[in-house]
Structure formats: C-alpha cells, structure tokens
C-alpha cells in the first residue's frame, strides 16, 4: 500500500514522499511524482528516515538521569517530574524557565511548544539566527520581505549566478531548473572559496577571498553606476537612495575590489557588462552571511539587481529565502503570546554564554527540534553553560550530545508516525502534507500530545486541548479561507502552493518607502550603516587559517552521522599544506581558545589559500567543527558569523 508523507528535514526542497507499506510495516521510500519541485525523487537524507525509524539507537521511553546514568521510567512517571521542576521554576520567574527550538522537524504540529510555553508565562527564547539571519534582515531592509521567482522562472534568466551556494549538495532539487536553464542558454557562474560540488553545473567558478562578497558586490556596483550601466526607469520609479548610494559607491575602486577579493578587475568589468545585459537571477547562499558583514554582503549583492532592474521581471530574482506561507499560518500559534510575562531574549549563538553568566538563572531548560551542543557555535561552552541549568528535559529521537546533557530525555515520533503539514520558507513555494504512515513505535507519544499531558498535570494553564484536525484548522485557517477549501479537501491534493510565479511583480515594496531601499532608514536605526558598505569581518593572524564548516551532502546537520566514526577530513589548500609540510591523511591537530580537534589532512587545490574547511554536523565524539567556532555576531539579525572562525595547524608527532 502507498502512503504520502512528506520530509521534515530542515532543507530547501520540502520533498513529497511516497511510502511503501506492507504489514504495517514501510518497506521502501521514494520521491512523489505529482509534487512539482520533488519529481519522483528524493535524496540519500530523505531515505535515511526509514533507517532513523527503525533504528536500534532510537530513545523508546522517557529516560531520567540518576547518578549520571539515564534509566528508563514511563511517561505518568517522567510527565509528574517535569511539571513539577516546571511549576517550581516559574514560581521562581518565568525568566527562569529557557525554550530552545529550532527547524530540526519542520511539521506545523509539533510547533505547540511554542503555545505551551506561552500559555505558562513564557519563557526566555532566542533572537537571531544560526542559520539565515543576516541575510534575512538585509532583505528586510531593501524589499521588506524575502520573496523569490517560482524555480521555473530559472528557465527565463540568462545570466545565473550561485553565490555562496552550493545546490548540488543543499538544495539538489534546484539542479534540473539550472539544467534547464543552462540548455536554454543561461551562463552560470559560482562564487565560491570552495570549488564545491556545484563546479558540476556552472560554467565559470570565481574563487572570492571569503567574507569579500560584499566588497566585490560593491566594486561591481560602482562600475554600474559611474559607467552608466544601469536601469534608470526602474531606479527612478522604484528604488530610494540611488543618488546617495551612487556616491558611496566611489570610495570602492576596483583595484582595492580585486585586491581583496582575489577577483580580477577584468573579471570584475566583465560581470558587470554581464549583469547590465542579461536578464540575472542571483542564487544568494546562506554560506557567505555565516559572518559579521553577512548582512551588509547580501545588501551589496541585492542592490546589483535593483541597479540592473532584475527585480519584479521574468527570468530576474534575487533567490535567498521565500516567506509566504508563513503569513498566512502564524496567527494561531502567536495569539497566545499573550500570556507572555517576560521579555528576556538570548542571542541564539550564543546560548553557552548566556546560560554561563551568572546574571541569568536559569532553573528549567527544554530543547527540541534542536541539538544546540553539537550545533551551535562553541560547544563546550554549550556544555558548560547548560551544567549551570538545574533541570534540563531534551526531547529528540536520538541520544544527541545535547541529550547527554539532560536531566531527563523525552523520545519522539519520526514524521513517518506523524500526521502533519509542513512548509518551508526558504524556497519550495508549497505547503505539503504527510499521513500518518505507521503508528508510532514503542508507543511513543509526540509533542503535541505530551504538551497536552503535562498541561494537565499543572492545572491552571490555558493550552488548547484541542484534537490534531482541530488543530490543524485553526493554523492553517487563513490558507483554506483563501483557497475556499475544508481540510480533508487540503489533505487530499497533497500540496498547495502559495505565492506568485514572480516576485514582486507590482513593484509595490514593504519597506517604509514602498520602494527598494538603497538608503534604509531602517537599517541606518537598527545598525548604524543605512547603505550596504564592506567592513571587514575579522584579521587574520599570519600562523592562523579561517575555518570555514559547509553543510554535507549525506547529512542535515547532525541529523546523519550518527553511526559515522571516521576521523573528520580538514581539506587545506596545495601550498599551505606543502609548507605544513604534511603528507596525505596525516593526522594534524586543529586548536584556538575554544578547544582542540584532531583532523585527517587533506591536500587541495579547491579551497583558497588561507582556508580550510570540514564539514559541519558532526557530533563531538566524531570531531564535531564547533568546538572550534567562535560565538560571533552578523552585523544584522544576530546571524551566528561560524567562519569568523581561526585556527592554528600542528602535526601530531609520533601518532
Ligand atoms: N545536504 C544538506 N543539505 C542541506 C543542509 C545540510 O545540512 N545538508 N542544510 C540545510 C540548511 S538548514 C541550510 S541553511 C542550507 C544551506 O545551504 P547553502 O547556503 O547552499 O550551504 P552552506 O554550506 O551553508 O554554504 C554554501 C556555500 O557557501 C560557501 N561560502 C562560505 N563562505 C563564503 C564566502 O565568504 N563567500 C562565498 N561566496 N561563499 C562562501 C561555502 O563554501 C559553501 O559552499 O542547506 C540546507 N540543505
Ligand atoms: N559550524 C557550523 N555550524 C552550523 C552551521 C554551519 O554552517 N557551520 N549551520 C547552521 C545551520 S544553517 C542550522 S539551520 C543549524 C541547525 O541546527 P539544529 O536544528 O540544532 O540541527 P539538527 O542537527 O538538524 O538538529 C535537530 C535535532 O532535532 C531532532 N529531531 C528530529 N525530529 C524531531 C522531532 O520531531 N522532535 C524533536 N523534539 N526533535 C527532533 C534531531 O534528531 C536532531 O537531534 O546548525 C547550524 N550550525
Ligand atoms: S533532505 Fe531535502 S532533498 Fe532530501 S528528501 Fe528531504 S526535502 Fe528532499
Ligand atoms: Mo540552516
């Protein structure tokens, strides 16, 4: 028998999949054919959800850690424990009780944590980002919204340009559109310290100095401007701040462009003549904000297109995230913050350090859909700072190095024994829906029951005891009011799709101007800087590389290498690693103030110099990057700027 579900995974693509079940049991998974962006296939990732399901290593009941060894108990048992550590802390304050989530399972179901925790009071969770936030604030600032072409529109672009991304490896179901576009005649070139995977569908692979977008952006914008490259219809009647921006785009001659950058200013002349000629959709990666300047980078990198009129047109985009559905789904979840008492925030990448300073006591702490320890920046500190927590509950299918770190460990449902919806902001334009395929295992019970639950332990707290159709009802109203459809109706298409073939088509802007904004207001209030401008990120010191940690092909971030006890590659350009003087998988130790991590080294000639790079989403116990990352900020939207990151290089002697 086949049944859909869909894959939770935290990933641009947000697969349709189909399941093979025999005997209550799934047999096989495979990509939908009807889902437009899936095709009928899906990745090694999305078929690593049946091995999660049934695998042996999966948490099957609550587990309380007594004496340092975690024992099994049942639910009546491990849901009386925490409602009462819970009641005891917000007796406290609420500002002692910390939530901390992330995208680890993306179904709007199990987003009523969020109601749980404010229907106790609240609780302090996080501002900013791990994961896009600069780049997100940037195009706050200059649309008001981020918001792409269709992926289809690809097929109009002339001109292609994948800008610290890498689709071959994150977003595999974006490749056939470049495919396409590419035997329709589009030029697609990579910008890139890594010559990565994604070599395999551009024509041309610029190898930038990373942390320079911005600059180069810059320098490409000033040629634009002072050689009248540009589209003075659409700035004129679409765009503020041109006249200002025109002249801060002097001071970024080309020769200071290229110098940093590593790009030549023939290359440089060349793009520009490019992007003023062809119609350009810019692919814009969440790799190259990872860093201080992050926003002011994906700011210079917009405005290319709105000097160029590539905006609101056919085959014109700057593709960086998709939010749309999200408007049309959130008013449920966030009316209950009402009850909210406290206002207290932490920068999400810097959880270690705020849960370190003593100045906030935390007494209770929850995690899910998140294994901070492995994947925020500096790990032990992570450690360190959840040490300090009197109680901790995680809740996770797997014994994450966050898990370890519990008092008390929750098991979950994988989404292959969940009923649920799910849509992405980042670039599938739909929102998916997935059966229950089997019942849950072991008689694990979800999130969305066990808030239920422990709701009901603790008395007066208003949570909706509402059925999951109820549920999903009051989320996903404002979707089948518009579409005029009941739910079982929504279930049965299977997917929806949200937003229009062309981004902003009308040119009608949500910034405050309405326009696109050279000049921010907004930005020049929130962080100093109202026109994208570089600044350099961090120096780096003459014995130190910058540690740059990519996401793998076979892994969403920790959620793959669970069974992976390999030592961890570190990849380190031909010339350093011969004055290393290294030889081939030679085992070298990789240190800064943040710890120590021992590396196979590996030699290449497709990284720049000065850089080295492994792969993020490693657990510690496997070499885990972010025991090395610093904690750093973006310049907007709290990013986690990882490859701030610099390390020194020293062989292992006698290994
Ligand atoms: N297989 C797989 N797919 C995934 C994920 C995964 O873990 N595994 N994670 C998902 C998630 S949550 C996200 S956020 C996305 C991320 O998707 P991507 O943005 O495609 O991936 P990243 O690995 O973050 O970075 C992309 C590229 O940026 C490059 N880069 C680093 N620094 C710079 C720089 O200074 N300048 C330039 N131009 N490039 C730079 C890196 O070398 C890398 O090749 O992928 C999603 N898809
Ligand atoms: N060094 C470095 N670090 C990075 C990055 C980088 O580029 N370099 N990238 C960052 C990015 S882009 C992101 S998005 C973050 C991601 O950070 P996280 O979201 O913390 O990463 P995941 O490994 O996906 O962790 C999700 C956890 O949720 C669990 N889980 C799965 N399903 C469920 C469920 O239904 N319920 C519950 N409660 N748990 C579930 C999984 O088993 C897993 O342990 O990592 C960031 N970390
Ligand atoms: S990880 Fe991404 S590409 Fe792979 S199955 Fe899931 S949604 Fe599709
Ligand atoms: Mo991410």
Redo the contacts with the bound molecule.
């Keep these: 028998m086949e049944k859909k579900s869909v894959c ?1 995974l ?1 990933c641009f693509d947000l697969c349709s999949i189909s399941a093979q079940v025999k005997n209550n049991k799934i047999i096989s998974l495979t990509g939908d054919k009807n889902n437009p962006i899936t095709k009928g296939f899906i990745c090694y990732k999305g078929k690593e959800h049946l091995n999660r399901l049934y695998s042996e290593n999966r948490i099957k009941t609550p587990l309380l850690k007594e004496n340092g060894v975690f024992n099994s108990i049942s639910y009546d048992k491990a849901i009386k424990i925490v409602s009462e550590k819970l009641k005891e802390a917000i007796t406290f304050s609420n500002d002692s009780v910390l939530y901390n989530y ?4 993306g179904g709007i179901s ?1 987003e009523v944590g969020s109601i749980f925790f404010n229907s106790v009071g609240g609780a302090v969770t996080h501002s900013g980002s ?2 896009w936030g600069a780049g997100i604030s940037a195009q706050k600032y200059d649309f008001g919204i981020s918001r792409s072409n269709h992926p289809s529109d690809l097929l109009n672009s002339k001109l292609i340009i994948l800008w610290g991304r890498n689709p071959v490896d994150t977003n595999i179901h974006l490749v056939s559109y470049i495919n396409e576009a590419r035997k329709n005649g589009a030029k697609v070139i990579l910008i890139d310290p890594i010559k990565t995977n994604s070599i395999k569908i551009s024509d041309e692979h610029l190898f930038i100095e990373p942390s320079t977008d911005g600059l180069l952006a810059l320098g490409i914008a000033n040629y634009l401007a002072s050689n009248n490259l540009i589209d003075n219809d659409f700035i004129s009647k679409y765009t503020k701040g041109f006249k200002e921006y025109k002249e801060h785009l002097k001071k970024y001659d080309l020769t200071y462009v290229s110098d940093e950058t590593g790009i030549s200013k023939e290359k440089i002349i060349e793009l520009a003549n490019e992007l003023a000629k062809l119609k350009t959709t810019i692919i814009l990666g ?2 190259m904000q ?1 860093y201080q300047n992050g926003g002011n980078s994906v700011r210079a990198i917009d405005s290319l297109l709105a000097l160029t009129g590539n905006i609101g047109r056919e085959g014109s985009s700057a593709t960086y995230a998709n939010k749309s559905i999200t408007k049309l789904t959130s008013n449920f979840i966030k009316s209950f913050q009402k009850y909210d008492l406290t206002s207290k925030k932490y920068s999400k990448a810097k959880l270690g350090r705020f849960l370190k300073n003593s100045d906030n006591k935390i007494k209770f702490m929850w995690v ?5 320890v ?2 925020s920046p500096n790990s032990l500190e992570v450690i360190e700072g959840m040490k300090k927590v009197d109680f901790k509950v995680v ?4 014994m ?1 190095d966050t898990a370890m770190e519990a008092d008390l460990v929750f098991p ?2 994988s989404i292959l024994e969940e009923e649920d919806f799910i849509y992405s902001s980042m670039f599938s334009p739909y929102l998916v829906y997935g059966e229950e395929v089997i019942k849950p295992l072991y008689g694990i019970i979800s ?1 969305f029951e066990l808030y239920k639950k422990i709701a009901k332990q603790m008395d007066n707290v208003i949570f909706p005891m509402l059925t999951k159709d109820e549920y999903f009802n009051k989320v996903l109203n404002p979707i089948l009011l518009k579409e005029n459809i009941a739910l079982e109706e929504l279930k049965k298409i299977n997917y929806i799709e949200k937003n229009t073939k062309i981004a902003w088509k009308n040119k009608q802007f949500m910034t405050p101007s309405k326009k696109y904004e050279f000049y921010s207001d907004k930005a020049l209030k929130e962080t100093g800087i109202a026109m994208p401008t570089y600044f350099k990120s961090q120096i780096r010191l003459k014995d130190e590389f910058r540690f740059i ?3 793998h092909v076979k892994s ?4 793959g290498y669970r069974n992976n006890r390999e030592r961890p590659i570190i990849y380190i350009n031909d010339i350093d690693f011969e004055k290393l003087n290294l030889i081939d998988e030679e085992l070298v130790s990789l240190s800064n103030k943040n710890g120590k991590v021992i590396f196979s080294a590996k030699k290449s000639c497709e990284i720049k110099k000065g850089t080295i790079y492994s792969y ?2 490693r657990w510690l116990k496997d070499g885990g ?2 025991l090395l ?1 610093n904690d750093l900020i973006s310049d907007m939207g709290e990013q986690a700027a ?1 490859y701030d990151t610099f390390c020194r290089i020293e062989k292992i002697k006698n290994k």
């Excluded at 992330?102 to 399972?105: E, F, K, L, P, Q």
């Excluded at 899910?368 to 901070?372: A, C, L, T």
């Design positions: 939770s935290d992330d995208s680890g399972y199990k791990l994961c969440y790799g990872r899910e859909k998140s294994n901070p492995t994947q809740v996770d299918m797997f994450t979950t449902t999130e940690s990519p996401h969403l971030h920790s959620q993020e989403g990057p972010n990352t990882y």
